[in-house]
C-alpha cells in the first residue's frame, strides 16, 4: 500500500503560469517532507523540503504547501519555465527512521513555451 | 567532482550471476542509503550507513542483497543469483548525518546503476 502518493502521472503547463504539483500521504508519523526533479539518466535533485511543524516553505519560484489535517502537500512552480520540465518526486520521512526516504511514484511536468 | 558517482552506469548480466554496483559518496557524508527505482515507480529504499555500519537493512527485499561500506565511505551493493526482477535502476545517496530528532539532512543523489538482467 502507498504511503505517498501522487495522483498526476503527467501535467502540461504553458511557460509563465503556474505549476502546481500534488501529493498525499496517509502515514501520521511522517515529519519531513521533501520535493525531488529528476531529469533523464540523472539521480533526483532536491529541491525543497518542508517540517512538520511547518506550512509553507518557499524558495525562489518554488513554494511548498503542507495541509497536516488534509495529509496533503503541493508544490507550486511560479512563474514556470521550460527548463522546469521534468519527473517531480514527492518525498517523506518517517520521524526516527534516520532519514531514508519513502517516495512517490513523480508526476512528468511538461512545460510548453 | 564533488557529486555521488555510481560505477558502472550500466550493467547487463544473465539470470542468476552476481553483480556488485559501487558507490563513492560525497567526502565526507557519513550517511549513505542505497534505494533501487524499477520503471514508473519512485525509488525504494534499500538500506542505509552510518559511517560503517548498516544501521537499517530493512528495505532489502531478500538475502539475494547485501551490501557495505568497509571503510566509511565506499559502498559497494552485491546481488546474488540475480533475477530478471532484480532489473532496474539502483540509486545512491549521502547526507552529511542523515537524520534524526529536530533535524534532517537533504540527500544527494548519484546518477544510478541501470541494471538489466536477462
Known amino acids: 500500500d502507498q504511503q505517498v502518493k501522487q495522483n498526476s502521472p503527467s501535467l502540461s503547463v504553458q511557460e509563465g503560469r503556474i505549476s502546481i504539483l500534488n501529493c498525499d500521504y496517509t502515514n501520521s508519523m511522517f515529519d519531513y517532507f521533501l520535493w525531488y526533479k529528476k531529469y533523464p539518466a540523472e539521480g533526483p535533485t532536491f529541491l525543497i523540503s518542508?517540517?512538520?511543524?511547518?506550512d509553507k516553505n518557499e524558495d525562489g519560484r518554488f513554494t511548498v504547501f503542507l495541509n497536516k489535517s488534509a495529509k496533503h502537500l503541493s508544490l507550486h512552480i511560479v512563474p514556470s519555465q521550460p527548463g522546469d520540465s521534468a519527473v517531480y518526486f514527492c518525498a517523506a520521512s518517517v520521524e526516527g527512521s534516520q532519514g531514508n526516504l519513502i517516495f512517490g511514484k513523480g508526476t512528468k511536468l511538461s512545460v510548453k513555451p | 567532482g564533488a557529486g555521488v558517482s555510481q560505477t558502472p552506469s550500466n550493467k547487463v548480466t544473465e539470470k542468476g550471476k552476481y553483480v556488485e554496483l559501487r558507490c563513492d559518496p560525497i567526502?565526507?557524508?557519513?550517511?549513505l542509503y542505497w534505494y533501487r527505482q524499477s520503471l514508473g515507480q519512485g525509488p525504494e529504499f534499500l538500506i542505509y550507513f552510518q559511517g560503517t555500519g548498516a544501521a537499517d537493512d530493512s528495505g532489502l527485499p531478500n538475502d539475494r542483497f547485501f551490501a557495505v561500506r568497509p571503510e566509511g565511505s565506499v559502498s559497494t551493493l552485491k546481488i546474488q543469483r540475480t533475477e530478471r526482477g532484480d532489473s532496474a535502476v539502483y540509486l545512491c545517496?549521502?547526507?552529511?548525518?542523515?537524520?534524526?530528532?529536530?533535524?534532517?539532512?537533504?540527500?544527494?543523489f548519484g546518477p544510478g546503476t541501470r541494471l538489466t538482467v536477462l
Open positions: 518542508i517540517s512538520s511543524i511547518k
Open positions: 545517496a549521502s547526507s552529511p548525518r542523515g537524520a534524526g530528532r529536530l533535524y534532517y539532512n537533504e540527500q544527494f
Open positions: 567526502s565526507g557524508h557519513t550517511a
